[in-house]
């Protein structure tokens, strides 16, 4: 298991205000070549899992192909879900968190996928709706929400437009939402949830029917 030490200069640029800052530190601080899921933990802090959450789902906002992002990160972000609603320390599986991923090509997603981010980020307010972004039952509901955008963003669909991308943005609007207590960008989470559940259902309605007719002209 490989470990980055950050120094001190470095932890203070991590606790800066701005969730767009923290997350370029992570692109400057990322290895030249190969990077793996544990290193990237390691320079964002193993105690940020929401922020983490955010930096992983950045890359499927923009078509970048980069093979086994997919299944390494989602599975990452699926145990960070679950780790969550427990209330326990993150375990990931040795294959995924050191499976060797492309540094430069996530560099490059990553800092495309800012500029849509740094939108997002200037349209959210904290402890906006707060009642949605509550103790109790709503933290519950959160993290299973939380919990199925993972699972919606692992269906294999990735080679299909925007079947990554509306599970991740459910997923950055409820991590984002429940860093600042926004209620709103909680709520955009679920609708962004639904989109998705709505628009794979067109898939697999679609797919069926192109099966059906493919037969038919067979037959």
Not at 207 to 218: A, D, Q, R, Y
Request: hydrophobic residues 50%.
């Amino acid at each position: 298991m490989t470990h980055i030490d950050l120094s001190q200069n470095e932890e203070i640029a991590l606790q800066t205000e701005s969730l767009g800052e923290k997350i370029e530190v992570v692109i400057e601080k990322m290895p030249p070549t190969e990077v793996t899921l544990i290193e990237i933990m390691d320079i964002v802090g193993a105690d940020s899992l929401l922020l983490l959450t955010v930096f992983l789902s950045l890359v499927f906002l923009v078509p970048v192909s980069i093979p086994g992002v997919s299944t390494v990160f989602g599975l990452g972000i699926l145990l960070i879900g679950i780790t969550r609603l427990f209330s326990r320390k993150l375990w990931l599986p040795s294959r995924i968190g050191n499976r060797k991923l492309s540094a430069g090509k996530l560099r490059e997603g990553f800092t495309r996928a800012l500029v849509w981010f740094h939108r997002l980020e200037k349209i959210s307010r904290p402890h906006r709706m707060s009642r949605l972004a509550a103790e109790g039952m709503m933290t519950v509901f959160n993290n299973l929400s939380f919990i199925f955008a993972a699972l919606l963003l692992m269906a294999p669909f990735g080679f299909i437009p925007f079947s990554n991308t509306l599970p991740a943005l459910a997923l950055i609007f409820l991590a984002v939402g429940m860093m600042q207590r926004d209620g709103r960008f909680i709520l955009y989470g679920y609708l962004s949830n639904l989109i998705t559940v709505i628009y794979f259902g067109f898939l697999i309605l679609g797919g069926g029917w192109s099966i059906s007719e493919l037969f038919k002209l067979i037959g």
